[in-house]
């Protein structure tokens, strides 16, 4: 498992170098800009995987999507720039995934987080922070979740806006955020390398009525997404189940 963690990890750092480099060289802007970055990001990491990994499938949000997959039980789930809108903007709140499901369970995991310099990936070396007094919950800044009104008043917490489901993830696995909280629907690169890397810090990842994530579906979507600290799921997904399910 060690070297398809530091593979993911390098594949995710040259297609955020390639990213950087797409943004600092000025001459792109607005939907021009997003539409380059996705391209040429999603043309390097199909280029990485299938040199390395020639017989695994690979599902990608910037590719067509071949069903051949179902009959795969390693699945590669990318997701060349999550975030693109934050990365035409110029913020930081950015994420490129290169997840790989196998058996349809989120096994491996990189995220970087190329505007920090950071990259997070599925193994045991992550951040394990302590708990904070304050409580923050990161959500959607252009679709945040009605039901983060409510947990964050039971729970006395901040709610934080932010871009990319890659760079809100990893901001509960750095302890800047206690809680992640999605609702409306995702697909599966938005949250398998995410999930992969929260996993392997320990989080608590699932759906907001607590079932499992599944990857490698015929319909790649995840309805919604819970990752929080693991001591606070049960009270987080009750109070969910008291407003009444999302789904
Ligand atoms: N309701 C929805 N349906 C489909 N995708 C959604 C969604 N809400 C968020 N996403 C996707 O999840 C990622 C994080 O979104 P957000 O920043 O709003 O939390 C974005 O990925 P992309 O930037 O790769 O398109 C966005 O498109
Ligand atoms: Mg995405």
């Avoid at 802007?29 to 990491?45: H, Q, T, V, W």
């Avoid at 917490?157 to 990893?170: F, L, Q, V, Y």
């Avoid at 999605?182 to 949250?191: C, F, K, L, T």
Wanted: net charge negative; aromatic share 4%.
């Amino acid at each position: 498992m060690t070297d398809l963690v530091d593979f993911a990890a390098s594949v995710a750092r040259a297609a955020g170098d390639l990213l950087l480099r797409i943004r600092e060289r000025g001459d792109l802007a607005g939907r021009a800009l997003g539409d380059r970055g996705d391209a040429e990001a999603n043309a390097l990491i199909l280029a990485m995987i299938s040199e390395r990994y020639p017989d695994d499938a690979i599902l990608s949000e910037e590719s067509r999507d071949d069903l051949a997959r179902l009959d795969c039980r390693r699945l590669w789930i990318i997701d060349p720039l999550d975030g693109t809108r934050e990365y035409r903007e110029g913020r930081n709140d950015w994420a490129v995934h290169i997840g790989l499901a196998i058996d349809g369970a989120a096994a491996v995991g990189a995220v970087a987080l190329p505007a920090e310099s950071l990259i997070f990936a599925s193994s045991s070396d992550l951040p394990r922070p302590d708990p904070k007094k304050s409580r923050n919950i990161v959500v959607s800044r252009t679709r945040p979740p009605a039901i983060a009104t409510t947990i964050a008043d039971a729970l006395g917490a901040t709610i934080i806006a932010m871009g990319s489901a890659g760079a809100k993830a990893m901001a509960v696995v750095r302890g800047d955020a206690d809680i992640y909280l999605h609702e409306g629907g995702q697909h599966e690169w938005d949250n398998c390398a995410p999930v992969a890397v929260a996993q392997a810090a320990g989080l608590h990842c699932s759906t907001l009525t607590g079932a499992p994530l599944a990857y490698n579906q015929r319909e790649p979507t995840t309805p919604t997404l819970l990752i929080c600290r693991a001591e606070l799921a049960s009270e987080v997904l009750a109070l969910i189940d008291r407003d009444g399910s999302p789904e």
